[in-house]
């Protein structure tokens, strides 16, 4: 991979990870304060961009899987925020934001059965 397609790469990450937080901030769902999250994602990208001058292959595939992990871990909660603010039900019980072990999502495993 190219010092180029690692930025781009690492820029396409950054937008898609700050546009998610953003849909959250605006939906009132966001888990973390604003100031926490410009900090966490500054640093995280501001390293991945001197990481690509370096070692363009790791910053790029680096920058792929942060969005990713990001991109599956908040699919079933932006989903279910989207389908709220059209005016309809949850499309999955559970998934927005607070799901935890224990909702319906996350069956707890029976005992003894």
Known sequence: MTTSAANRWVVVSAVTVGGIYGFQTI???????VGEFVTAWGVVFFVLALVATG??????AMAILIMV??????TP????????????AALVPGTGAGAAVGSPIHPLPKVGH
């Open 27 to 33: 939906k009132g769902n966001a888990k973390a304060g």
């Open 55 to 60: 070692a363009p292959g790791l910053a790029g």
């Open 69 to 74: 992990a990001d991109l599956l871990a908040n």
């Open 77 to 88: 909660a932006l989903a279910n925020l989207i389908t709220q603010a059209e005016g309809g």
